[in-house]
């Protein structure tokens, strides 16, 4: 599973934000399974299978096949880990073929959510693993 993470500014909250990113955690492009619990315009509730298109510390950017109300609170679940998490609708875009683009903000950021070994470093850094180099094994040694 490779990781791509992305640079893309959030103005809507600057005493919240990275001064290097513009956003209050990075997002990483994942392409990752979950399940939104979520409330349609009509008032039904449904529950829809889909996969991520990035991620961060604080929710998520998925695309749906049906359409959900900006006005109510969402259930996010990860089989992964096996975790549910409250959001919120914080974009919505209507795209061809009667799919609709969601953005998902968590209730509080939830950096565990994930399950990302090595999230970017702007994560909450008690959440955080650090890589360590490899050992390496009848290594010659060098010649100066």
Same mark, same amino acid.
């Given at each position: 599973?490779?990781?791509?993470?992305?640079?893309?500014?959030?103005?809507?909250?600057?005493?919240?934000?990275?001064?290097?990113? *513009?956003?209050?955690?990075?997002?990483?492009?994942? %392409?990752?399974?979950?399940?939104? $619990?979520?409330?349609?315009? %009509? *008032?039904?509730? $449904?529950? #829809?299978?889909?996969?991520?298109?990035?991620?961060?510390?604080?929710?998520?950017?998925?695309?749906?096949?049906?359409?959900?109300? @900006? =006005?109510?609170?969402?259930?996010?679940?990860?089989?992964? @880990?096996?975790? #549910?998490?409250?959001?919120?609708?914080?974009?919505?875009?209507?795209?061809?073929?009667? =799919? $609709?683009?969601?953005?998902? #903000?968590? @209730?509080?950021?939830?950096?565990?959510?994930? *399950?990302?070994?090595?999230? /970017?470093? %702007?994560?909450?850094?008690?959440?955080? =693993? =650090?890589? @360590?180099?490899?050992?390496?094994?009848?290594? /010659?040694?060098?010649? *100066?």
């Amino acid at each position: 599973m490779s990781l791509t993470t992305l640079n893309l500014g959030d103005r809507n909250n600057p005493s919240k934000v990275s001064a290097r990113t *513009g956003r209050r955690s990075q997002r990483v492009v994942i %392409d990752f399974p979950v399940t939104l $619990f979520g409330q349609s315009p %009509d *008032g039904r509730i $449904f529950s #829809e299978r889909t996969n991520t298109q990035c991620v961060n510390a604080h929710g998520a950017l998925v695309i749906l096949a049906k359409d959900v109300n @900006t =006005k109510s609170p969402a259930i996010l679940g990860n089989p992964k @880990t096996q975790m #549910e998490v409250q959001c919120r609708v914080v974009h919505r875009k209507e795209l061809a073929g009667n =799919k $609709f683009e969601i953005g998902l #903000e968590f @209730t509080k950021p939830i950096p565990k959510f994930w *399950g990302i070994n090595f999230p /970017p470093e %702007d994560w909450n850094p008690a959440e955080r =693993k =650090k890589a @360590t180099s490899p050992q390496r094994l009848n290594s /010659p040694p060098t010649k *100066g």
